[in-house]
């Protein structure tokens, strides 16, 4: 058996550490479910999460309607949409860094808050947009406040919760961001594009009103030495009726051990920059599969394709499967295991992404032109290829080719490289290493949006297809050169 890559497991790795108490009942109660306010606490917190996957994904059905727009101020050419499409990528990226701050010097409950005020802006101005600055602008806060709760959200419902339901909960913050593009897709079909941003005011207000009601992690309160505070917020958390004095010890006692900064000469030990360079490889791979741009410009993608469905059903459907996959996955990952999943979930990419190229390419051409018709230009093998019958079951395969892809990404390479930076870099180096890899993820993320587009227009969509299959290749092989902690135990 290949060993770990960290090693032993010890306590540099250990975010919650076990230790026996004083006795079996007060294990029991420590892991009860006692008080379903927690379950309000994240609720609360994870509304942020909604609103990211919402935001994300704002594009797909405003890009086409844009680009047909009357007001030659709103009129989008094909750059300004790959900036339009791209730019909230930036935003998240630098909303991941400001984490890194925030939430030591706020805390992760008013970081989360503080993230409302860039959000509703945000969509502010895309509602009432009269020009490109607008949009950009607004896109740009929406992206911020995006980058900014994946990754304080995660640390808040992860502190809170008890650790009999922790994994569970640990789940909801990608959950709702699924929810959130599956809702943005749905009512794309209902509402025209301004009204979308104006939808999208919703969940950050009511966040920011629960949220207010709701208490700050014990851990953080602790980590400024307001220990009364702490108590009263995991007395709260847990009920008035439970023990919480164990809990609250061990709590006490990772906070103490985690107060040294890790020093430049051990950030160099294999033990540190072995895992934190994994991390980072998974991260800047998992954008490399183009998850990002084909969220974005999804509809787009099925406007330029003969398809059987109207694009904007097609989007809604392949937002649907995405959620499913995402509970799927949430179900079997300790059940498979995490290298399992992704050696299977690049295989799965792979093999659609394979099918979605071949089929642009020799398959048959929209019989008419559509709303995004300057998306590709005419390809290599168009004079060849035949018109798409409006009732061709051929023209399933553009939709069944993505929702296999999405359905892939969700089972493997979407939630585990998340779930890898908890589980496998050092709790020292966590915070600057996580600052690093939300970094790696959303600059990848931008270039491969912002060029998507032109891209497509001189060379044709199966183009980005054809060069993301080496890519699934790539990551099909990285998966079995290392070997990470919970590749050789299924308990952590």
Known sequence: MQEPLLGAEGPDYDTFPERPPPSPGDRARVGALQNKRVFLATFAAVLGNFSFGYALVYTSPVIPALEHSLD??????????SWFGSVFTLGAAAGGLSAMILNDLLGRKLSIMFSAVPS???????????????????????????????????????????????????????????????????????L???????????????????????????????????????????????????????????????????????????????????PI????????????????PILVYLQSIFDSTAVLLPPKDDAAIVGAVRLLS????????????????????????????????????????PVSPNSTAGLESVSWGDLAQPLAAPTSYLTLVPLLATMLFI??????????????????????????????????????????TKSFLPVVRPFGLQVPFFSLRPICLVSLVSTGCWTAPWSTSRSY
């Open 326 to 365: 995402v509970l799927i996955a949430a179900l079997t990952m300790d059940l498979a295991g995490r290298k399992v999943l992704l050696f299977v979930s690049a295989a799965i990419m792979f093999a659609a992404n394979l099918t979605l190229g071949l089929y642009i390419h020799f398959g048959p051409r």
């Open 407 to 448: 359905m892939g990404y969700a089972m493997g390479w979407g939630p585990i490289t998340w779930l890898l930076m908890s589980e496998v870099l050092p709790l020292r180096a966590r915070g600057v290493a996580s600052g690093l890899c939300v970094l790696a993820s959303w600059l990848t993320a931008f270039v491969l």
């Open 120 to 190: 509703a802006a945000g969509y502010a101005l895309m509602a009432g947009a009269h020009g490109l600055w607008m949009l950009l602008l607004g896109r740009t806060l929406t992206g911020f406040a995006g980058g900014l709760t994946a990754a304080c959200i995660p640390v808040y419902v992860s502190e809170i919760a008890p650790p009999g339901v922790r994994g569970a909960l640990g789940a909801t913050p990608q959950l709702m961001a699924v929810f959130g593009s599956l809702s943005l897709y749905t009512l794309g079909l209902l």
């Open 277 to 292: 360079a994994v991390a980072l490889l998974m991260r800047f791979l998992q954008q490399l599969t183009g998850i990002t």
């Open 72 to 81: 030659p101020d709103l009129h989008l050419t094909k750059s300004q949409a």
């Open 192 to 274: 025209p594009w301004r009204w979308l941003a104006v939808a999208g005011e919703a969940p950050v207000l009511v966040m920011i009103l629960l949220l207010s009601f709701m208490p700050n992690s014990p851990r953080f309160l602790l980590s400024r030495g307001r220990d009364e505070e702490a108590l009263q917020a995991l007395a709260w958390l847990r009920g008035v009726d439970a023990d919480v004095h164990w809990e609250f010890e061990q709590i006490q006692d990772n906070v103490r051990r985690q107060s040294s900064r890790v020093s430049w000469a051990e950030a160099r030990a294999p033990h540190m920059c072995r």
